[in-house]
């Protein structure tokens, strides 16, 4: 059989390797219809028995070529193994932390936001202020929906790390403040001007979601809305 019927060694390996890989098709590899269906591992072998039976006996296939042949066939069936178990461990994985999401219902979670839900007149709204460094004096700043500044908390000294406050839902002249939301800002003394300082604020798991892809596992949180896992800075009872 002449050359142009029958797939040669090097454009057999080639369908085999972009077979394993999933990067190429039939008509990629240069041994396929006009079609350009995808080469499996049960094709790359029926292309090798069409060389064997149609070699010239005059010019038999190179043993060296054939074996590496059947070295790159182990490797698509290799590749297409592995594959199926990191499908299967990925699975699992999913699994196991669709139960172990369960169980942060009801639990506190501390997530980054630069403003605060009051859910009721004189709520309590508990979070902390990121100190990106060792300060000798920390403000929360407590602003309402227009940005005037209703409260200011002194959280004093802190070192770097997270500084915890509570506001107990009250105005700086002692009335009630009343239900809505609030904006959040720090100052830390100390720290360079132009540095950003991050505001977290404490809420309830009410939900969690499983994404499909990349989208991962989603908190549903109390006066934040949906919040990727990634984001949440801390979990406490």
Known sequence: MSAATIPSTVNAAAAANQAATGGGTAAGAGTSPAGGVSLGGTDFLTLMLAQLKNQDPTSPIDSNAFLTQLAQLSQVQGITSLNTAFSTLSSSMVSSQALQ????????????????????????????VGVPQTSSGV???????????????????????????????????????????????????????GTAVSTYVNGTVQSVTMGAGSAGL??????????????????SN
């Open 101 to 128: 999401a369960s169980s942060l219902l009801g639990h506190q979670a501390l997530v980054g936001s630069p403003t605060a839900t009051l859910a009721t007149n004189g709520a309590t709204v508990t979070g902390a």
């Open 139 to 193: 403000v929360l700043n407590i602003a309402n929906s227009a940005g005037v500044l209703v409260r200011q908390i002194n959280l004093g000294a802190q070192p770097a790390g997270l500084a915890n406050f509570t506001w107990d839902g009250t105005f700086a002249d002692g009335s009630q403040a009343p239900a809505g939301q609030y904006q959040l800002s720090a100052q830390v003394t100390g720290v360079t001007s």
């Open 218 to 235: 989603t908190l549903n949180v109390g006066g934040l809305g949906s919040v990727a896992f990634g984001n949440v800075k801390q979990i």
